[in-house]
């Protein structure tokens, strides 16, 4: 095992970097899960969470090598941004999937067909039906809400690293 004074400073860094994002990741999760809009939200909403996990440490490791090891390969910076786009699109995918999928649990348990059944039953029925209605259109569109924002900030943080590297093409 190496003494202290025999790691580099790059490792020092690059260990407190994952540190913080690892502190970092734990306490947005427990906050997340913590949130009303989430924990009423459907199971299909974790598999996305997995993937946002996914997608930060890509983004976090490119940010690394452009920054802090001042790493210029273009090519395989490239290659994790066309993964970082393509999780992105992936996580849009899970929503609509979870989406739909929703829709036809919800009908199956109401024994109502649909989006449009379960409004009906809102509008109809007593309070008891008008409660599960709520919570049902509750559940899948707070996944499809949080595929579309994971979808957009994966979109952005894109962008974002794109521009960056085109800089690097361009010298």
């Known amino acids: 095992m190496k003494e202290t004074s025999q790691i580099k400073p790059k490792q020092w860094v690059a260990t407190v970097f994952w540190l913080a994002a690892l502190f970092i990741f734990v306490m947005l999760t427990k906050g997340i899960s913590t949130i009303h809009f989430i924990s009423e939200a459907s199971l299909l909403i974790w598999p996305i969470f997995a993937l946002v996990l996914v997608i930060l440490v890509l983004s976090i ?7 802090i090891k001042k790493d210029n ?8 941004l ?6 992105g699109g992936v ?7 979870g989406y739909v999928a929703e829709i036809f649990t919800a009908a199956i348990e ?26 049902q259109i509750l559940k899948f569109n707070a996944l499809a809400m949080v595929s579309i924002w994971i979808s957009i900030l994966t979109s952005l943080i894109w962008f974002i690293l794109r521009n960056k590297i085109k800089t690097f093409e361009q010298v």
């Open 110 to 135: 109401t024994n109502y067909s649909g989006i449009f059944g379960i409004i009906t039953m809102i509008v109809d029925k007593s309070d008891q039906m008008f409660s599960i209605g709520i919570t």
């Open 82 to 87: 066309t993964l970082l786009l393509v999780l």
């Open 91 to 97: 996580s849009l995918f899970l929503g609509t999937f």
């Open 73 to 80: 390969d273009v090519r395989k910076l490239q290659e994790g």
């Open 61 to 67: 490791s490119i940010v690394y090598s452009i920054y």
